[in-house]
């Protein structure tokens, strides 16, 4: 028998820095950032389970897709999301980030399948320095700087444990590979993609707006 995937999409937050409402629920080009998630998830993956904001459970979804409430941080949604499903295989992916290029999600999966652990990553652009006091401090070598994505693949116990020992020990993360990497488990990095930005600030908002209308006509979505 072929190893189950789950798709675990965290849509629970408030988007405070985006100051607009629940960010998962804004639609662009009128489709909502949750509803893009999903679709761009939805050819790789057995069952789907989504965290909603806990006043939002009767916002409609395809029938394929389970609805659960979300949790306070990000972490903890995740955790429910993970104990909503029993597949060998997740893939998380932040509602925040619409535009999931296909070839990228696949790359995560399986490098998750063969690793045990795997997220998108993508290699640094810019110069990058630290910051002290408003004046440019340091340079950083950029060559081996990553800025974390998702998509993030697990084995669901081994993401599970993470969560486990991370509520015992009161580690925090932003994501899950921080969480594994924290039990001292490899995390394999696949490449990520530009189009994969996460819808943050105002700025983001702006740019996802304009590109969305691309997206839409290579993906042949409207
Ligand atoms: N998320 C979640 N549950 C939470 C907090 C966040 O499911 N308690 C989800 C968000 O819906 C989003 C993803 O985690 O898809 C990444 O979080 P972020 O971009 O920080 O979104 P928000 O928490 O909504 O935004 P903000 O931090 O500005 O309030
Ligand atoms: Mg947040």
Same mark, same amino acid.
């Given at each position: 028998?072929?190893?189950?995937?789950?798709?675990?999409?965290?849509?629970?937050?408030?988007?405070?820095?985006?100051?607009?409402?629940?960010?998962?629920?804004?639609?662009?080009?009128?489709?909502?950032?949750l509803?893009?998630?999903?679709?761009?998830?939805?050819?790789?993956?057995?069952?789907?389970?989504?965290?909603?904001?806990?006043?939002?459970?009767?916002?409609?979804?395809p029938e394929?897709?389970?609805?659960?409430?979300?949790?306070?941080?990000?972490q903890?949604?995740?955790k429910?999301?993970?104990?909503?499903?029993? =597949?060998d295989?997740v893939?998380?992916?932040d @509602? !925040?980030? #619409?535009?999931?290029?296909?070839? %990228?999600?696949? &790359?995560?999966?399986?490098? =998750?399948?063969?690793?045990g652990?795997?997220? @998108? !990553?993508? #290699?640094?652009?810019?110069?990058? %320095?630290?910051? &002290?006091?408003?004046?440019?401090?340091?340079?950083?070598?950029r060559?081996?700087?990553?800025a974390?994505q998702?998509p993030?693949?697990?084995?669901?116990?081994l993401?599970?444990e993470?969560?486990?020992?991370?509520?015992?020990e009161?580690?925090?993360a932003?994501?899950?590979?921080?969480?594994?990497?924290?039990?001292?488990?490899?995390?394999a990095?696949?490449?990520?993609?530009?189009?994969?930005?996460?819808?943050t600030?105002?700025?983001?908002?702006?740019?996802?707006?304009?590109?969305?209308?691309?997206?839409?006509?290579?993906?042949?979505?409207?």
């Open positions: 028998m072929s190893a189950r995937v789950a798709a675990l999409i965290p849509a629970a937050g408030s988007g405070e820095r985006l100051g607009m409402g629940a960010k998962a629920l804004l639609e662009l080009n009128g489709i909502t950032l509803e893009r998630a999903i679709r761009c998830l939805a050819p790789l993956c057995d069952e789907m389970v989504v965290a909603l904001p806990s006043d939002q459970l009767g916002f409609e979804l394929v897709v389970r609805k659960i409430a979300g949790g306070t941080t990000r903890e949604t995740v429910r999301l993970l104990e909503a499903t029993n =597949a295989f893939l998380v992916h @509602a !925040a980030r #619409p535009f999931l290029p296909l070839e %990228v999600a696949h &790359k995560v999966l399986s490098a =998750a399948k063969e690793f652990s795997s997220t @998108a !990553a993508l #290699p640094a652009a810019d110069t990058l %320095v630290l910051e &002290k006091d408003g004046n440019w401090d340091l340079l950083i070598d060559s081996n700087v990553r974390v998702t993030q693949g697990f084995n669901r116990i993401l599970l993470a969560h486990l020992q991370a509520v015992q009161n580690w925090e932003t994501d899950d590979a921080g969480l594994v990497a924290r039990l001292g488990k490899p995390v990095l696949v490449n990520g993609d530009p189009r994969l930005f996460k819808v600030k105002p700025g983001d908002w702006a740019l996802a707006q304009a590109f969305a209308r691309v997206w839409d006509a290579e993906n042949r979505w409207v």
